[in-house]
């Protein structure tokens, strides 16, 4: 801009607009802004990365539109403002003493809005300043503008207003404004008067239509201008006629509606507001000749006669504000002087009212579709009576006056008949779309303005008009339908026109409340549309169509789906509240269920034997009890059994005698070493058990719970006994328990919360380096908390030097970054890997035990990578050679290096990169294969790897082989692969048994079965398959004669049998990890009793199918292992399912080795993980079967048992907690929408075919854990008592939905229902008897005819009154039908002659709440008063019903049911009683034939065009009755009844075809009429001819 020399002196935050001053050329000049958008640099900017694809590099030029010399200054202000529709750029130019406005339009060319300037379309007034305010047409809007009126200051200092460039009013101060203004009373009289001449000096801070005045005694007044009436119906009439008029009509409006005086006045009333504004219409209508604008002083207005009245003064007085003078007083701003020649006048008023008619008949009829606008429609109607008279209007004149009869003995009628047209009717044309659909209807019965897109004061009527149109076939077209009825449609899919019906009123924000507005037979069809959706609406609906269905349960569901922006909630909120009143405002219930309180209770029962001394001490389990384990286990104790189990914070009872020897407290310590060891590996399942069930608070340190190993003596009144450090070595039992303990208490927080931060863990960091810190690590990184930690933290950690810290924090980091091969993190893990440093580098000595957990963790950060480099030193690690005095931890080195390895390569194994044949032919040597080449590639004879582990010349396969086997199972995990699978082969010959360890023939057969993955098979005969013939047939001899196996090693064939078959049942357990599958807990089940059976009969065997006598052949450690290894593999299976059969069978492992003195440690651990893992997450998670969980369950699985708490040679024990990260929270569980309290609800879960089943469907009762995502199809609500909800899901190979995650279709776990009326919880009425109650309602209520004798009336009085109140509140919690019901049993109404409505209200109460339908009831009564209020003025002759507009409701109610009776609405097993609405049409047509006076007055109306015009009461009730007849059979006009019938006798002669002929010309007119037509203007002229 500066090569213009050009100021920017304005920008616009509307518009792309821009205004500029040339001081050298003294020009001002507006420019509009255009985006540029190049294509090549944005694609190059794109390709090169600079510029991220999501942002599209746009460049934008100014183009100027106009430009005006002259003006030696910029100017002052520059403001947007609108003249007729059109926005205005103001210039300010206070030099000139003048206001400059410029008029801009608006091109809109490929979806792209450009700004010019209308030619000749600016003008100027004088001013000194101005601001926009808003004031005339307050709701309007311009695009994106408001409606800008402009307030000017004159250089005189007076206050104008503008509408664009027509003047207004003339604004002053009040005169009594300056009296408040002095300094005391020491002021002199001249100070006094100079105060009183005030004048305003300037204009400041305009809001909408507030602006401050500053006068010139430097005072400052904050003034309002709004020129919205409070009267909503005169708001109502100017804004359509501001809307319907043309642009020269409006502003004559405006001319007279200002000229009337009509400005925002305090002290006018509603009253006023609408008299003034009908006075316009009247002074025209009384004066048609003759129009003068400036009215003379002696003829005031009643606006005027208001202002000059003593009590506006006096209001005034205390009343701040600014008082309106008639502009028409005003010399010089006259736009319509009175020079105009009064023809002009005459015609430009003619025209108006012609079209003020047709906007305020489109306000009229607006006004017919709002229930709570009948007083404005009938003060509306006299004001369109006196227009439609002035105008001849016969038709419209006539239309009013059937609605409101009694308007025609004050109306009078038309002298003339200058026009026929036909007012629109919206009522005829809803009937016609109920009877003909809306394509065949006559849009000439629709308003102009509601048609008219962006009109809002019709937009009542024009959104009913689109939903009719919408429901009867009319199809969207953009934002309008095809019949070019503007329309919002919501998004959504829909597959009927009832379900486009329910978008369109959601999309129109039409709501329950705006629904019961309506009158009672137009909103029949609307609710028909909602209720034969509220079943199965589709899926992908707002939350507002959900709330319109009544359906809350799927409208919380997408709600709580939505952005999780605080802003966008609130405004979702309030939309929801809007649309859902007054029927989503249920009362919660605030007494729990009793049997829920009950369950509730359980969280304070102690756990504790009855002798126990202490019961607050803290456990650890403290939180497991919520609302999801208190309703899956309801009154069942088994929590509280595991968490007795697993409790390890207080002392465990000894069993010894009351007077206690030398040898009894040697037993005793005894007792307590094992139970201490017991004790010691709790805290693992306990880990399992309160997986992610707390959240923690990050201004609190963080409590570990404590581990105690001693003992309480309940025979010694509870004395503690600790364990005797001189006998035993108690320290070994503190290092790794306290570990276990410190992880168990990290694991119960919940993953990913964002509620942990760096800061809180450097606060729970302890001065010394501990065991519980580690632990506690370790904890914290398998729930993904430790990427919290920088690179500084974490070099802290490891400068402490504590083994077991960085063990913890290895593992933790790893887990925390999984998968994601982060470089710093991969530095630190290599740093513990020596084979990883280069050659000059000096030898650290890193305890192996490091080295173990460095190399598992590297492979869970590469996991799944293939990375080449980093398989490669994993497999020379495998077979590194011992160093010094680490040779007893060899195995479980190499063990780790072969978990890394399979990580890193998972599921690789069939398209890794190609040096993968290399690596598979070292690790087939690792297994011991033979030097021949291998059938996968040649081996590598210069390979060396790092260090190669070597004992001599070849590898020590007892060490490698494990190592090895995992490996290759890691990498052809779920492959299939052949190649693989003929490799890992069992022995076949007694020869192979005997030269291979019978724990390595364990893992081959875990190997090959999760190769051929598919193969596996939850029966008897795969298990069997799985152990070679000559094993098969040396068992089943076991029982002959042993002579003839001699030369059999028998010990050997037992062996490899008892762990071929626990190898098969690990493969089973993981096949079936998380399934819960019935099959596999049977055999997995039966083969743990049957080696339970084998170690010590105990009872039954489950089978003749297994083979006797093993114990014999094996030893009992080898069945311990085996035996426990089945159980955690059950376990597994059933995982988070709390499964009752095997955790008695847990407790019986549990309390048998503790009495028969068979405690091992390893075997405490199996138990204590298996209660965990049964009980995972207190119920709610399970196990997945995808790669990386199946990977980490081995590891965690892998089959060697610790042998004592620092036992870790062959496995790091902290390698047993890696489950969590095969862990998922697949639980789901049910919410009652209107309580909010979880509840039990049957589920139908189909799961899609795989090649175990095909497509299977089972019941689910919720609280209850869901299948795998891989296999989930389809989850549906089911069950009688609650509506059904069905979710449609896409099975894939993906983990479960994380916390928080938008695209959940669970909502992180939860399902909200909603009950139907009518039926109880399952926690309250678990059979359904409560329930029944529903059904014999009808009984309670006593159908029985109110016409019986008054003494059994009055013997059932009291029940029926308190029954009724009792069932209705069974059915629903609504207070007004419950005040409903108690107002229809009231004991004084049996004294009444109400007798029968009181019946007709029980059985639409019942009928209503027993369906679900409440809304109902509003329509039903409203329909039956409305035929009583007619009976009423029979008998009477007086009634509550002094018009007809219920009459046209009552026949939209009778076309609605033949719409449904003839098929073109979808019925639902009939909404509303067809019975009902035909008795409604008969009763109707009763009362219409009981007036002996109708014929006589119908004939006098149609022959004389005249009403009975007689003012008693009873030719009152013969023109209200005459109205009903009218409009009941749809009689025309009698202007058009005349027409058609001159138009039948100038065509034919003979009267008998008269109705034939009537009919085709009057096809809406009932046949009844017709023949009354015929009979007036055919049958009298036979009459005269005979």
């Known amino acids: ?361 489109a306000v009229y009829e607006s006004l017919k579709m709002d229930n709570l606008r009948k007083q404005d429609l009938h003060h509306l109607a006299v004001l369109l009576c006196n227009i439609a008279k002035f105008l001849d209007e016969k038709c419209y004149l006539d239309y009013y006056i059937r609605d409101f009869p009694r308007l025609s003995t004050t109306i009078g009628a038309c002298t003339t008949l200058s026009s026929s047209r036909k007012p629109p009717n919206l009522f005829r044309w809803l009937e016609n779309c109920l009877r003909r659909g809306c394509l065949s209807t006559n849009f000439d019965d629709l308003p102009d303005l509601i048609r008219r897109d962006g009109c809002s004061i019709v937009s009542w009527a024009r959104k009913v008009v689109s939903f009719y149109s919408v429901l009867f076939g009319d199809k969207p077209e953009g934002r309008t339908l095809s019949s070019g009825v503007p329309c919002n449609i919501a998004p959504g899919s829909y597959s009927s026109n009832e379900e486009l019906t329910i978008l369109a009123m959601a999309g129109e924000r039409f709501g329950l409340h705006q629904l019961d507005l309506l009158p009672s037979g137009v909103s029949l069809p609307l609710r028909h549309a909602l209720d034969s959706c509220r079943e199965s609406p589709p899926a992908d609906w707002p939350a507002i169509a959900y709330v319109l269905l009544g359906r809350e349960d799927m409208a919380l569901s997408v709600f709580r789906n939505l952005s999780s922006s605080k802003e966008l909630e609130m405004q979702s909120n309030k939309s929801l509240i809007s649309m859902s009143i007054p029927y989503m405002l249920h009362l919660h219930p605030v007494i729990v269920p009793s049997s829920l309180s009950e369950s509730i209770g359980l969280e304070n029962t102690k756990i504790e034997d009855t002798n126990s001394v202490d019961g607050s001490v803290i456990d650890g389990m403290e939180h497991i009890f919520n609302s999801y384990t208190q309703l899956r286990y309801g009154r069942d104790l088994r929590l509280n059994e595991v968490r007795r189990l697993l409790c390890s914070a207080r002392p465990v009872v000894v069993q010894t005698s009351a007077n206690p020897t030398i040898s009894d407290q040697e037993q005793q310590q005894d007792q307590l070493w094992r139970i201490a060891q017991r004790t010691a590996v709790l805290p693992l399942g306990r880990g399992a058990f309160t997986l992610s069930t707390i959240h923690t608070l990050l201004t609190e340190a963080f409590t570990v719970p404590k581990l105690v190993l001693a003992g309480r003596l309940p025979a010694q009144q509870n004395a503690i006994v600790n364990l005797d450090p001189n006998i035993r070595n108690i320290q070994e039992l503190k290092t790794w328990p306290e570990f276990h303990n410190a992880v168990a208490a990290g694991l119960r927080l919940a993953p990913l919360q964002g509620k942990v931060s760096r800061t809180w863990i450097k606060y729970n960091k302890p001065g010394d380096p501990n065991a519980v810190h580690a632990g506690l690590l370790f904890g914290l990184g398998l729930q993904g908390y430790l990427h919290v930690l920088n690179l500084s933290d974490i070099y802290q950690y490891f400068t402490q030097d504590h083994e077991i810290t960085t063990v913890g924090l290895m593992l933790g980091l790893a887990a925390s970054y999984r998968r994601t091969m982060q470089p710093d993190i991969a530095k630190a893990l290599f740093f513990h890997v020596p084979a990883r440093y280069q050659a000059s580098y000096a030898e650290f000595e890193i305890p192996t035990l490091l080295q173990s957990a460095a190399l598992v963790s590297v492979g869970m950060l590469f996991e799944g990578s293939a990375h080449l480099q980093t398989m490669q030193l994993l497999l020379g690690e495998i077979g590194r050679r011992s160093a010094g005095d680490n040779v007893l931890e060899r195995e479980g080195y190499a063990v780790s290096a072969g978990f890394s390895l399979g990580l890193v390569a998972l599921g690789r194994g069939g398209d890794a990169l190609g040096s993968m044949d290399s690596l598979v032919n070292r690790l087939l040597q690792y297994l011991g294969a033979k030097e021949e080449k291998s059938i996968l590639a040649p081996s590598l004879e210069n390979h060396r790897s790092a260090a190669q582990t070597t004992d001599g010349s070849t590898s020590n396969v007892d060490i490698t082989a494990p190592g090895a086997i995992i490996a290759l199972t890691l990498m052809y995990l779920k492959t299939e692969s052949e190649v693989i699978f003929s490799k890992l082969s069992i022995p076949q010959t007694h020869y192979d048994l005997e030269c291979i360890r019978p724990d390595f023939i364990m893992l081959r057969v875990i190997a090959r079965n999760l190769i051929m993955w598919s193969r596996i098979c939850p029966t008897c005969d795969w298990i069997q398959s799985q152990v070679p013939e000559v094993v098969r047939n040396g068992i089943s001899h076991l029982r002959d004669d042993m002579d003839d196996m001699y030369e059999v090693d028998v010990e050997a064939l037992v062996q490899a049998y008892v762990n071929i078959v626990a190898g098969a049942c690990i493969s089973l357990g993981l096949r079936f990890a998380g399934t819960r599958d019935g099959n596999a807990r049977d055999l997995l089940n039966n083969y743990a009793l049957y080696l339970l059976n084998e170690i010590k009969p105990l009872s039954a065997t489950p089978g003749n199918a297994f083979p006797r006598g093993i114990s014999k052949y094996v030893d009992r450690g080898t069945l311990e292992m085996c035996l426990y290894l089945i159980i955690i593999s059950l376990s597994v299976v059933m995982a988070g399912s709390g499964d009752l059969q095997v955790f008695r069978l847990l407790r019986f492992l549990r309390s048998r080795n503790s009495a028969d003195g068979h405690a091992n440690y390893g075997t405490q651990m199996a138990v204590s993980l298996a209660t965990g893992f049964l009980f995972l997450g207190g119920g709610m998670r399970t196990f997945s079967t995808n790669d990386g969980s199946l990977a980490m369950l081995l590891i965690t699985l892998y089959p060697r048992l610790p042998s004592g708490p620092n036992d870790n040679r062959c496995h790091l024990q902290a390698f047993r907690h890696l489950y969590v990260l095969a862990t998922e929270a697949r639980w789901l569980q049910t919410i009652d929408v209107d309580s909010g309290l979880p509840v039990y609800a049957p589920l139908e879960v189909t799961v899609k075919e795989t090649k175990l089943y095909s497509e299977t469907r089972f019941c689910e009762i919720t609280p209850c854990i869901l299948p795998e995502r891989a296999i989930l199809k389809r989850i549906c609500v089911c069950g009688p008592r609650y509506w059904p909800q069905q979710i449609e899901l896409v099975p894939e190979e993906k983990n479960w939905w994380s916390f928080g995650d938008k695209s959940d279709p669970f909502n992180s776990g939860v399902i909200y229902v909603k009950r139907k009326v009518g039926a109880c919880s399952y926690v309250d009425d678990p059979v359904g008897c409560q329930s029944l109650l529903s059904r014999a309602m009808h009984k309670v209520f006593g159908l029985r005819t109110l016409g019986e004798s008054n003494m059994i009336a009055n013997s059932h009085r009291e029940l029926d009154s308190e029954s009724v109140d009792h069932l209705v509140s069974t059915f629903s919690s609504d207070p007004s039908l419950i005040a409903f019901a108690q107002l229809c049993c009231d004991k004084s109404w049996n004294n009444r002659s109400d007798s029968e409505f009181k019946e007709f209200c029980l059985q639409v109460l019942f009928d209503c709440i027993s369906k679900d339908r409440p809304a109902l009831l509003q329509v039903y009564l409203s329909l039956y008063t409305t035929i009583g209020s007619m009976a009423d003025l029979l008998v009477k002759s007086d009634s509550n019903m002094c018009d007809s507009l219920s009459i046209s409701s009552l026949k939209v109610a009778l076309a609605y049911n033949e719409a449904v009776s003839s098929g073109r609405l979808a019925s639902s097993g009939g909404f509303v009683q067809s019975i009902f609405l035909s008795s409604l049409r008969k009763r109707c047509e009763e009362i219409l034939n009981c007036s002996t006076e109708l014929k006589i007055n119908l004939r006098n109306y149609l022959t004389s065009e005249a009403w009975p015009d007689d003012k008693s009461s009873k030719l009152q009730k013969d023109i209200i009755i005459l109205s009903w007849y009218l409009k009941w059979f749809s009689v025309p006009s009698p202007s058009i009844i005349k027409a058609a019938v001159e138009k039948i006798k100038s065509k034919s002669k003979n009267s008998t075809w008269a109705i034939p002929l009537l009919r085709l010309l009057l096809p809406s007119t009932h046949i009844s009429a017709i023949s009354e037509i015929d009979s007036v203007f055919f049958s009298s002229d036979e009459t005269t001819v005979s």
């Open 1 to 361: 801009m500066k090569d213009y020399d050009e100021r920017t002196i304005w920008t616009s935050d509307l518009l792309p607009l821009m205004t500029s001053y040339n001081k050298g050329k003294m020009q001002h000049s507006v420019w509009a802004a255009e985006f540029i958008e190049s294509n090549l640099e944005a694609s190059a900017s794109c390709a090169s990365g600079i510029v991220p694809d999501a942002v599209l590099p746009k460049r934008i030029s100014f183009r100027r539109i106009w430009q005006a010399k002259g003006a030696k200054k910029a100017a002052s202000k520059v403001f947007l403002a609108t003249d007729d529709a059109v926005p205005v750029i103001c210039f300010l130019i206070l030099e000139q003493k003048k206001l400059l406005s410029v008029g801009l339009q608006t091109v809109e060319i490929n979806n792209e809005i450009l700004f010019d300037v209308k030619a000749d379309v600016s003008w100027s007034v004088s001013a000194i300043a101005a601001a926009p305010v808003v004031v005339t047409r307050s709701q309007v809007k311009i695009g994106l503008l408001p409606h800008l009126d402009i307030i000017v200051l004159s250089p005189e200092n007076d206050l104008f207003l503008y509408s664009g460039k027509q003047c207004l009013c003339r604004y002053v101060l009040p005169s009594w404004l300056g009296e408040s203004i002095g300094f005391g009373d020491g002021v002199s009289a001249k100070t006094d008067s100079g105060f009183r001449d005030l004048k305003i000096t300037g204009l400041s801070d305009a809001v909408l239509g507030c602006i401050n005045l500053s006068v010139n005694h430097s005072q400052i007044f904050r003034c309002a201008l709004t020129g919205k009436p409070s009267s909503s119906l005169a708001n109502d009439c100017i804004a359509a006629i501001a809307e319907g008029l043309r642009s020269d009509l409006y502003s004559l409006f405006l001319s007279l509606l200002w000229g009337d005086g009509h400005s925002d006045q305090k002290s006018s009333s509603i009253h006023f507001e609408w008299e003034a504004l009908c006075n316009i219409f009247l002074e025209i209508c009384q004066k048609p000749t003759v129009v003068h604008l400036k009215q003379p002083k002696t003829s005031e207005s009643s606006w005027e006669f208001l202002l000059s009245s003593k009590f506006h003064k006096t209001y005034s007085r205390f009343h701040n504000g600014i008082t309106s003078i008639n502009r028409l007083d005003l010399e010089g701003i006259v736009p319509f002087d009175s020079k105009i020649c009064s023809e002009e006048t005459l015609g430009s008023s003619c025209e108006l009212m012609v079209q003020s008619l047709d906007c305020l008949h």
